[in-house]
């Protein structure tokens, strides 16, 4: 049998549109059914897997895939053994701090002895860190943007695009944690079959990429 390089993307959300798109514009051909769990391209040696996001990262650490397609926040978030291969120019956001509207904010400093719920408690610790700042971490899955108004924390630290969001709920963006766009990460011992696998689709993906501009 030979070999096939899985690669796992996000099975619906933010990043299946883009993911498909690059993968089909780099001349792979391959169906993608609702329910479909997997999937193997017609005519490039490769298996695609349809995953949540969050979950992409240790399924290429435990090598169940070779290689995902990410948010750069959740690679960062998740710290698995992943090497990150590409930056793929789309996805695009920036996980930032925001506060209540009416806060005076005065700097980072202001964050001390505060509360700040997120769903990326690593990457907010790390911040934290890195500035000096004792503050309380409250980890959410989901909704972040909500917490301040019920009283679950002063701040949040969540993703943000047009900034809308935080618009409509009364926050104001007060820091950029991080700059994030899609990302292929994959497990960096592969071996040579799959590393060459790899190389041949970076590219395709990059002889697309120089075609647009
Ligand atoms: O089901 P699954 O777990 O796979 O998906 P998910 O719900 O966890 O992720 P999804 O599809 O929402 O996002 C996947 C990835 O898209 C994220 O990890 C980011 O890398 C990227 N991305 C880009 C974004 C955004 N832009 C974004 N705006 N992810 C989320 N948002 C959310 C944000 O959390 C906030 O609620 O959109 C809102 C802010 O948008 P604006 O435009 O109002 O600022
Ligand atoms: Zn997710």
New binding site residues.
């Given amino acids: 049998m030979s070999t096939l390089l899985r690669i796992a993307i996000?099975?619906?959300?933010?990043?299946q549109e883009g993911s498909l798109d690059l993968l089909h514009e780099s001349g792979l051909s391959f169906s993608n059914g609702k329910d479909q769990l997997k999937t193997q391209a017609r005519n490039f040696p490769v298996e695609i897997l349809f995953l949540?996001?969050?979950d992409i990262p240790q399924y290429v650490e435990d090598q169940v895939a070779d290689v995902g397609i990410?948010?750069?926040?959740?690679f960062c978030e998740k710290k698995k053994n992943n090497e990150l291969v590409k930056r793929l120019d789309f996805?695009?956001?920036r996980l930032s701090m925001a506060v209540p509207r009416s806060e005076n904010y005065t700097g980072v400093q202001w964050l001390n002895g505060k509360n700040i719920a997120t769903s990326y408690p690593n990457i907010v610790k790390d911040f934290l860190q890195k500035n000096n700042i004792k503050a309380g971490i409250h980890e959410i899955s989901g909704s972040?943007?909500i917490a301040p108004g019920i009283g679950l924390a002063d701040a949040i630290c969540?993703?943000?695009?047009?900034?809308?969001?935080?618009l409509s709920n009364g926050l104001k963006e007060v820091e950029v944690v991080m700059q994030?766009e899609?990302v292929i990460i994959a497990n960096p011992t592969l071996d040579a079959e799959k590393k060459k696998i790899l190389e041949k689709l970076l590219f395709r993906i990059e002889a697309v990429r120089k075609a647009k501009n």
């Fill in positions: 996000q099975k619906s959300g933010r990043l949540r996001d969050d990410v948010g750069e926040n959740v996805a695009k956001c972040v943007e969540d993703l943000v695009s047009t900034g809308s969001t935080l994030s899609a």
